[in-house]
């Protein structure tokens, strides 16, 4: 019988199934110090402590049995252990609008795996739209997975992948938006790749994920498609690329962040995602759309792309780097990127865009080489400032390209921008222009009190 008829186990416990004719997902009975056991073989983690099988007892209760104090056992039945979604018969309404989901895998469309203890991107887009029925209330959907993988898998092809089915989607299927599904570790930078390829989308472009898998109580992915589905058919829509996600930790709204702004702050709150420098757009509430206006200058009215060119970039560079200085880095580091051929770096230095003077030589000896630098901050408040200091200053001296932009949306900045242009001198004018809301303004001091 194949190995997956035994997932997980090994050594004694295997030799056990095999010699009394048993596999993962026989339901079994077992006598053990002279009482009964009933029990489903569930598939074992690959890291777990091999002496051992898993049983899921009727109550629900997942137990570990040592084979060897066993007296007997019979097999009673085989349960398939395939996980699938019951699909209800959603009806389409035709007077809907149309919206596509693109599915990119992520928490959003994953499950509990037994073998490895974690989440495996499992659900296909259609079997989250059949998880999620309500939807159909909002909109005619339909779904295509471009590809099921954890974002932190997600890279510059997947970009392009992405783009292509998106410029099919709107010149073929003429959608009122579309609703991308993604996991949340990169959706950042999946956010500012479309943000910076896309120029006057015709319709709204809504990325979405969840902090917990869909087949958990407390999972996020209703609540975010729902609003994202929402948002993508409403006329209030901007027409650009847009996150949304958990504004707050319960199930009360969901924020709608600028796909250049925004960052995920902590690693498994549902309200993760931030917007920095600023506000984000808008907030979704009780099925309302809230715009921002109070600080915001992209909540600005409405307006249409209609008679605007369509245009999208699905050039990446991917010959780039990105460098947080720490004490002790070493100008090696730099010299493996000039002698590789690279042709971009971006910076996230201390303070107002610092590195240490060591590197400095070997930073010029990169732009000497061809190899646009560009110095962001790590910092999340306050600006790049590399006149302030003589450092900072000695840094503008050589050619380094001071920016107001999060260290992750200049590095896919400039990205795009060497993949789409050739000419040195305009890649660093446009690094130096904001061009989708990506730089970040100094912030008032009630931000901070």
């Not at 039945?77 to 919206?99: A, C, V």
């Not at 037994?114 to 059949?130: C, D, K, R, W």
């Not at 979405?208 to 498609?225: E, I």
């Not at 002698?339 to 590197?359: D, I, N, Q, R, W």
């Amino acid at each position: 019988m194949p190995d997956k008829q035994y997932a997980g186990y090994k050594k004694s416990t295997l030799f056990w199934l095999k010699n009394h004719n048993l596999e993962v997902w026989d339901e079994i009975e077992i006598i053990k110090d002279n009482s009964v056991i009933r029990g489903v073989i569930l598939p074992r983690s690959e890291l777990a402590d091999p002496r051992f099988i898993s049983l899921k007892l009727p109550t629900g209760y997942n137990i570990g049995l040592n084979p060897e104090e066993v007296q007997s056992v019979r097999k009673i039945n085989h349960i398939r252990g395939e996980y699938r979604i019951p699909k209800p018969d959603i009806i389409q309404r035709p007077n809907l609008p149309f919206i596509p989901i693109l599915g990119c895998g992520g928490t959003i469309a994953s499950r509990l795996d037994y073998q490895t203890g974690g989440t495996i991107p499992a659900l296909t887009p259609e079997e989250l739209f059949s998880s999620f029925p309500e939807i159909a209330d909002l909109a005619r959907i339909e779904t295509q997975l471009l590809f099921d993988i954890f974002s932190e898998n997600v890279n510059f092809t997947h970009y392009e992948k992405i783009l292509r089915a998106i410029e099919a989607t709107i010149k073929n299927k003429e959608p009122q938006g579309i609703v991308l599904t993604h996991g949340t570790d990169t959706m950042a930078y999946t956010a500012a790749a479309l943000s910076f390829a896309i120029t006057n989308s015709p319709v709204p472009i809504v990325i979405t994920g969840s902090q917990r898998s869909s087949d958990r109580p407390s999972s996020d992915a209703f609540f975010n498609l729902y609003h994202s589905v929402l948002y993508a058919t409403s006329p209030q829509a901007k027409k650009e690329v847009v996150v949304i996600m958990h504004e707050e930790s319960s199930d009360t709204s969901t924020a709608i962040h600028k796909g250049t702004r925004l960052r995920k702050m902590h690693s498994s709150r549902r309200d993760t995602f931030k917007t920095i420098g600023g506000n984000p757009i808008g907030r979704i509430v009780d099925s309302k759309i809230q715009y921002f206006d109070d600080d915001n200058k992209y909540a600005e009215q409405i307006e249409s792309n209609e008679d605007k060119e369509f245009i999208i970039s699905k050039k990446f560079e991917k010959r780039i780097g990105l460098i947080y200085h720490y004490p002790g880095i070493q100008p090696g580091l730099i010299e493996h990127f000039i002698e590789t051929g690279y042709k971009g770096l971006v910076f996230a230095g201390t303070g107002l865009g610092h590195v240490s003077t060591e590197l400095v030589p070997m930073i010029k000896k990169a732009i000497e080489n061809e190899i646009i630098v560009v110095m962001t901050t790590q910092c999340l408040h306050g600006f790049t400032g590399l006149s302030v200091y003589e450092s900072g200053r000695q840094l503008q001296a050589i050619g380094v390209i001071p920016v107001n932009i999060l260290p992750e949306t200049a590095y896919i900045k400039l990205s795009s921008l060497l993949g789409n242009y050739k000419k040195t001198n305009k890649i660093k004018e446009l690094m130096k222009t904001d061009l989708k809301g990506e730089f970040l303004y100094r912030e008032k001091f009630r931000e901070f009190t």
